[in-house]
């Protein structure tokens, strides 16, 4: 992963005492935005899948060790890994009993990250094909929520859902991921409502191409004729463009907005 530069504001410890879950954060966007909260100070939990990227979860748990400032409360660690298929419906109960094992019963911060793309025509469809994309980009945001309610914060506490760009365009062969990507709209938009009268925000953020591990699933000519059309710098996104924008999120000064979907693609998606 491409490191962050450390600037003041990436310094501003404006997150100290937060514990957050971040889904999907071994690698790509989502490891991002667990750095990021880490150096503002929060307590992190990195869920993940695979077997083989325990070692990238490891090298992340080490680099937020050594970049962040002492532990507030040197009883409990910086970050945690927890390795947890969210397609298995026992995973969003694994993933609280750690999460608070580790840090104790507050849950400030959830961040539904983790999440596959899929290119297939309507006509090579499965049940299967369906259920793997919308067990892991829908019903695992949706029961992951479910399970953190009860450790919010009495006031303050944050969600955001990553979506994508994709759910609010239409792409060849690509009707499930922008459907599961448009469905977590919806649900961003509900909870926002539903979870408002106890001061918690519920946001969604849209990335465009972003350059990880997902975005090479995609053609050389598509990245390179987005990459044209977008204006600001005419270029692919970064992790790092998209991490603070998470961070704003959860903080205190964006208390203001809820239920809105935030198109981060240097401007290829307007709206
Ligand atoms: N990159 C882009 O261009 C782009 C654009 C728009 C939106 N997004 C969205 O941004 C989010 C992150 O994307 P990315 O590019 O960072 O993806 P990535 O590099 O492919 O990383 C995906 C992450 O999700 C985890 N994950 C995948 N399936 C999982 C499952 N069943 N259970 C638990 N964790 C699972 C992976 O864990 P393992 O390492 O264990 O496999 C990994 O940590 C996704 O929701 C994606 O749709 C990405």
């Given at each position: 992963?491409?490191?962050?530069?450390?600037?003041?504001?990436?310094?501003?410890?404006?997150?100290?005492?937060?514990?957050?879950?971040?889904?999907?954060?071994?690698?790509?966007?989502?490891?991002?935005?667990?750095?990021?909260?880490?150096?503002?100070g929060?307590?992190v939990?990195?869920?993940?899948?695979?077997?083989?990227?325990?070692?990238?979860?490891?090298?992340?748990?080490?680099?937020?060790?050594?970049?962040t400032?002492?532990?507030?409360?040197?009883?409990?660690?910086?970050?945690i890994?927890?390795?947890?298929?969210?397609?298995?419906?026992?995973?969003?109960?694994?993933?609280?009993?750690h999460?608070?094992?580790?840090?104790?019963?507050?849950?400030?911060?959830?961040?539904?990250?983790?999440?596959?793309?899929?290119?297939?025509?309507?006509?090579?469809?499965?049940?299967?094909?369906?259920?793997?994309?919308?067990?892991?980009?829908?019903?695992?945001a949706?029961?992951?929520?479910?399970?953190?309610?009860?450790?919010?914060?009495s006031?303050?506490?944050?969600?955001?859902?990553?979506?994508?760009?994709?759910?609010?365009?239409?792409?060849?062969?690509?009707?499930?991921?922008?459907?599961?990507?448009?469905?977590?709209?919806?649900?961003?938009?509900?909870?926002?409502?539903?979870?408002g009268?106890?001061?918690?925000?519920?946001?969604?953020?849209?990335p465009?191409?972003?350059?990880t591990?997902?975005?090479?699933?995609?053609?050389?000519?598509?990245?390179?004729?987005?990459?044209?059309?977008?204006?600001?710098?005419?270029?692919?996104?970064?992790?790092?463009?998209?991490?603070?924008?998470?961070?704003?999120?959860?903080?205190?000064?964006?208390?203001?907005?809820?239920g809105?979907?935030i198109?981060?693609?240097g401007?290829?998606?307007?709206?």
């Open positions: 992963m491409p490191s962050l530069p450390i600037t003041e504001s990436n310094e501003s410890p404006s997150l100290i005492g937060k514990v957050a879950i971040i889904t999907g954060a071994s690698r790509g966007i989502g490891a991002g935005i667990a750095l990021d909260l880490a150096r503002r929060a307590k939990a990195i869920t993940y899948a695979s077997s083989s990227s325990t070692p990238l979860v490891t090298d992340l748990i080490n680099r937020i060790d050594s970049l400032k002492a532990p507030v409360d040197s009883l409990s660690p910086a970050a890994g927890i390795r947890a298929d969210l397609r298995d419906p026992a995973s969003p109960a694994k993933i609280i009993a999460t608070i094992a580790a840090f104790g019963q507050t849950i400030d911060i959830l961040v539904n990250n983790a999440g596959i793309t899929n290119f297939t025509p309507l006509e090579d469809v499965t049940h299967e094909t369906v259920n793997s994309v919308y067990d892991t980009n829908v019903r695992a949706i029961f992951l929520t479910q399970a953190v309610l009860p450790h919010l914060p006031r303050g506490g944050r969600i955001v859902n990553i979506g994508s760009g994709a759910s609010r365009g239409g792409y060849m062969n690509c009707s499930l991921y922008c459907a599961s990507k448009a469905a977590l709209e919806g649900l961003t938009r509900c909870w926002a409502v539903e979870f009268l106890r001061g918690v925000t519920v946001n969604q953020v849209n465009g191409f972003v350059k591990d997902m975005m090479k699933e995609s053609s050389d000519e598509t990245i390179e004729m987005v990459s044209r059309a977008t204006p600001v710098d005419n270029r692919d996104g970064l992790v790092e463009d998209i991490a603070p924008i998470v961070a704003w999120l959860v903080g205190e000064e964006s208390r203001w907005i809820s809105q979907v198109a981060a693609s401007g290829y998606q307007m709206y």
